[in-house]
């Protein structure tokens, strides 16, 4: 799933491309892409006609785009979820569920979903703002609503590694895999070090270089493995280039030169280095 850097690039692009626009068709086909909306594809097209975007807006990983109405059509960009911003007379692409055609004429909005994974959905929103579906989760580094000091204290009374504190979306939203590595690295701290074994200083480093490393990947248009995250434009990032750990298992650390390694944790991997980030003596050492 694309991760906070990812999304925002995103969400910029539909705040230039779409924002201001009025929908005068939406065509969604499959139930699957609206599987989060109960009454159907049919249903959620026909209440989206006539709505004006007034603007497009991201918590952590989830983006909405905000109408002029009570609801908000939330996207879950799932793995391999895309928004592209095209012509008309573009060839439609074969994994292409969603169309959206604007008052104004082109360019229309698709939703583009390999894996289908992804989705689209109506949710009522809230005095905040916010979604009600996307309530439950916390606040991003980005956001003035998130209270560093609060979640360094919250994670602080955690017995739970500090990889697993900061992969909790309802504690701090945003940070996936790939991000938490780089942070972890950074702060030169291990990912299976207890949260409680930690500083309230080394906890609050760890989130300033996670907020770190996820500005300077925005500056680079987020990460791209594959073809599958692209921006509006169909463009991939390129932060890749500039990962230190993430993916680089056996190349030499860019700190001391120690081969970096991969170990397998909660089902998926996690990069580190064996002499900037020794691990634990013991569980909770």
Known sequence: ??????????????????AGRRIARATITGAR????????????????LGSTVTAARRRGKYLWLELDRADALVIHLGMSGQLLVEPADAPLEKHCHARFEFADGDPQLRFVDQRTFGGLALSPVGPDGIPVVVAHIAPDP??????????????????????????????????????????????????????????KPALSRILEQARQVMTEALGHGGTSFDALYVNVNGASGFFDRSLHVYGREGT???????????EQFMNRSSYSCPRCQPRPRRHGG
């Open 1 to 18: 799933m694309p991760e906070l850097p990812e999304v925002e690039v995103v969400r910029r692009g539909l705040a230039d491309h779409v």
């Open 33 to 48: 892409v609206a599987r989060r909306h109960e009454p159907g594809p049919v249903d959620l097209a026909a209440r989206l």
């Open 142 to 199: 980005f956001e003035p609503a998130f209270d560093q000091r609060a979640v360094v204290l919250a994670m602080k009374r955690r017995d739970s590694a500090v990889k697993r504190a900061l992969l909790d979306q309802s504690l701090v939203s945003g940070i996936g895999n790939i991000y938490a590595d780089e942070a972890l690295w950074r702060a030169q701290v291990h990912g299976e070090r207890l949260c409680s074994s930690l500083t």
């Open 252 to 262: 030499p650390c860019d700190r001391c030169g120690a081969p970096i390694r991969r």
